[in-house]
Nanobody, 127 residues
């Protein structure tokens, strides 16, 4: 069984930065895409970024339009870890952020394509 644990969330001022980390255990996820999702109170969960695995083809990364240019997703295959660097954070970025395992065929921003999820980490953006 695969377990994902996110870390790095916290309180940051608008314009600040955070780096979220997702560490997987229970097996290598190198073949699979990995995604970061977020859910704010009263809103639907949305994909913010995803990154292709070695088993996929096509584009390497996906970013939601509202975070493009501010967020950067990367992965360390040796450490079975996925990172989300978040810069110039805005109040609308405040949410619980989740890491999830995606498809082996390539990128996806669709929640139903993701199977295993971490418990989430809270990001609060406030002055």
């Amino acid at each position: 069984q695969v377990h994902l644990v996110e870390s790095g969330g916290g309180l940051v001022q608008p314009g600040g930065s955070l780096r979220l980390s997702c560490v997987a255990s229970g097996g290598s996820l190198a073949l699979y895409a990995m995604g970061w999702f977020r859910q704010a109170p009263g809103k639907e969960r949305e994909c913010v970024a995803s990154i292709r695995g070695t088993g996929g083809s096509g584009s390497n990364t996906y970013y939601r339009g509202t975070v493009k240019g501010r967020f950067s997703i990367s992965r360390d295959f040796a450490r079975n870890t996925v990172l989300l660097e978040m810069n110039n954070l805005m109040p609308e970025d405040a949410a619980v952020y989740y890491c999830a395992v995606g498809p082996a065929w390539g990128l996806s921003s669709v929640e139903r394509d993701y199977t295993d999820w971490g418990p989430g980490t809270q990001v609060t953006v406030s002055s």
